[in-house]
């Protein structure tokens, strides 16, 4: 079966401040992909980023970038320079060759950005 | 390009009721999924389907059901509605492929149901 675990519940920083969502999954298969998620207040899931289990390179796209560890089965998120509009609930979420057709999502990480 | 349409938006139901929810997916996408949301169990996977076929399903009780049109329009129904059906139900879609490929799983705004 296939676990996704975000320990940290709620976030709150400062407007300009760096925030990095912290996320670890749960595999047997070897073939896989990670996904993050926001959702804002009005419901919609934004997709934000997605890595393949086969490329751990790490890249950054505008204020976000990511850290992909499969010896420590992680997949960090992290946000640069924070803006109030940054402020939502983050999901990370995993999906397997082997279940295909389905994401499993983590309990979600609260991200408060205070003016 | 539209993304991923769903009506109603807010919805209320008395207990025993059904209810049905419906899904435009992206232009072009085949796959279409629904999830639960609920503060206590989170995002839950309810079903995917792919040219009109059920390719997966979550464990939720029969009460839940759905179906695709030949034009990739989904449909989800829950009857015999609970107090704890209140959620978001959320769909999403996806370009889809025979195989699996890890496609980007795109969502909607949701549906929010609450059950009196």
């Known amino acids: 079966a296939q676990k996704v675990t975000q320990a940290q519940t709620e976030i709150s920083v400062v407007e300009k401040e760096d925030v990095t969502l912290d996320c670890v999954y749960e595999?047997?298969?070897?073939?896989?992909?990670l996904f993050w998620y926001k959702q804002p207040p009005s419901g919609e899931l934004v997709f934000l980023i997605r890595r393949n289990s086969f490329d751990e390179q790490n890249e950054i796209s505008g204020r976000y970038s990511w850290n992909f560890q499969k010896s420590t089965s992680s997949f960090n998120f992290t946000i640069t320079a924070s803006q109030v509009v940054d402020s939502a609930v983050y999901f990370c979420?995993?999906?397997?060759?082997?279940?295909?057709?389905?994401?499993?999502f983590g309990a979600g990480t609260t991200v408060t950005v205070r003016a | 390009k539209a993304g991923v349409t769903q009506t109603p938006r807010y919805l209320i139901k008395t207990r025993g009721q059904q209810v049905t929810l419906s899904c435009s997916p992206i232009s072009g996408h085949r796959s279409v999924s629904w999830y639960q949301q609920t503060p206590g169990q989170g995002l839950q996977f309810l079903f995917e389907y792919f040219s009109e076929t059920q390719r997966n399903k979550g464990n939720f009780p029969g009460r839940f059901s759905g179906r695709q049109f030949s034009n990739s329009r989904s449909e989800m129904n829950v009857s015999t509605l609970e107090l704890g059906d209140s959620a978001l139900y959320l769909c999403?879609?996806?370009?889809?492929?025979?195989?699996?490929?890890?496609?980007?799983?795109?969502f909607g705004e949701g549906s929010w149901l609450t059950v009196v």
């Open positions: 999403a879609s996806s370009l889809g492929d025979e195989t699996w490929s890890g496609n980007t799983i795109y």
């Open positions: 595999t047997r298969d070897t073939t896989y992909y």
């Open positions: 979420a995993l999906s397997v060759f082997s279940n295909d057709y389905k994401l499993s």
